[in-house]
């Protein structure tokens, strides 16, 4: 099995900065696309960053240019390092992994983490 494990979240005031890992364990062969997904209160989860095992990289809209995504391919580990914090930023922020494991080789499974609450007060 897999385990997403996610980090850095909390509460932060607003043009503040916060950096969120998580990290993947388990039988893992390799992973492919990972990214970072918010939910806030009553709306849709919806995707912040993204990026390949490659380092090709894609952001919302709302974040770009404040958000970097970057990971480190060795530790099987993705961040996202928040800057300029608004408000509207706050959400719980989940990982996502398209994990390949050693009893599904070819396939690859996409994995969640358990959410990590970031709060940003104006």
């Known amino acids: 099995q897999v385990q997403l494990v996610e980090s850095g979240g909390g509460l932060v005031q607003a043009g503040g900065s916060l950096r969120l890992s998580c990290a993947a364990s388990?039988?893992?062969?390799?992973?492919?696309?990972m990214g970072w997904y918010r939910q806030a209160p009553g709306k849709q989860r919806e995707l912040v960053a993204g990026?390949?095992?490659?380092?090709?990289?894609n952001y919302a809209e709302s974040v770009e240019g404040r958000f970097t995504i970057s990971r480190d391919n060795g530790k099987n580990t993705v961040y996202l390092q928040m800057n300029s914090l608004k408000p509207e930023d706050t959400a719980v922020y989940y990982c996502?992994?398209?994990?390949?494991?050693?009893?599904?080789?070819?396939?690859?499974?996409?994995?969640w983490g358990q959410g990590t609450q970031v709060t940003v007060s104006s």
């Open positions: 990026i390949t095992r490659g380092g090709s990289t």
């Open positions: 996502n992994a398209g994990v390949e494991l050693a009893s599904w080789r070819g396939t690859y499974l996409s994995c």
């Open positions: 388990g039988s893992i062969i390799s992973i492919n696309v």
